[in-house]
């Protein structure tokens, strides 16, 4: 069956422009989480989904930042105004609930450049 | 204070031996999870094992055990007959029940396995 997917797979922007970076979860998976991962770091959380509705948003590093999953399924991370910190590896995954044990599912990632 | 603590930047291996990969951690969060991904240079994270809270014994998937000492806090990853594809980054992570299943990860650890 499918994966986690993510598009486009690496961007390359400039400074202070307008970017979309999309995650389609595996069916049925209810839960989606958005994390960024810097060179040489581990990833770091941004935002958690369940369902439609963003159930915990605390690791958005400011409000430039701003995701949406309006159908409960694709979700779509924004990004305004770009900055050259924002260049990093932003990684979905998805998981079939919230419990405990349920292992998250991850995308192969979207590499951002912010020029 | 860091929740997630690995401390070895680098390891190195001789295929065929066994390899422990060192992880503890900090929560007082009574209901938590831990898990080990893999991330090859592709970029990648590979779920590779998971160990529940209340779980009495360690988990174990093919070459991977976890060796879990909860008085201590620590999940070390031990890999058994390394391979030459087992070189990677390794991540160790935690998930606590009171914070939305968010995944916090350690910095990571990379495994070269030599010939």
């Known amino acids: 069956g499918a994966g986690v997917s993510q598009t486009p797979s690496n961007k390359v922007t400039e400074k202070g422009k307008y970017v979309e970076l999309r995650c389609d979860p595996i069916?049925?998976?209810?839960?989606l989480y958005w994390y960024r991962q810097s060179l040489g770091q581990g990833p770091e959380f941004l935002i958690y989904f369940q369902g439609t509705g963003a159930a915990d948003d605390s690791g958005l590093p400011n409000d430039r930042f701003f995701a949406v999953r309006p159908e409960g399924s694709v979700s779509t991370l924004k990004i305004q105004r770009t900055e050259r910190g924002d260049s990093a590896v932003y990684l979905c995954a998805s998981s079939l609930t919230e419990t405990d044990y349920n292992e998250q599912f991850f995308g192969p990632g979207t590499r951002l450049t912010v020029l | 204070a860091q929740k997630i603590t690995q401390t070895q930047p680098g390891m190195f291996v001789q295929e065929k031996e066994a390899v422990t990969l060192d992880c503890t951690y900090d929560t007082s969060d009574p209901s938590y999870g831990l898990f080990w991904y893999k991330q090859p240079s592709s970029g990648e994270m590979i779920f590779l094992i998971y160990?529940?809270?209340?779980?009495?014994q360690n988990a174990t998937e093919g070459r991977y055990s976890l060796n879990f000492q909860k008085a201590r806090k620590s999940a070390n990853l031990v890999i058994s007959a390394s391979q030459l594809g087992d070189s990677a980054m390794y991540f160790c992570?935690?998930?606590?029940?009171?914070?939305?299943?968010?995944?916090?990860f350690g910095k990571g650890t990379l495994l070269t396995v030599n010939p």
């Open positions: 160990q529940g809270s209340y779980d009495q």
């Open positions: 992570a935690m998930r606590e029940r009171g914070s939305n299943y968010k995944l916090t």
């Open positions: 069916s049925g998976h209810t839960a």
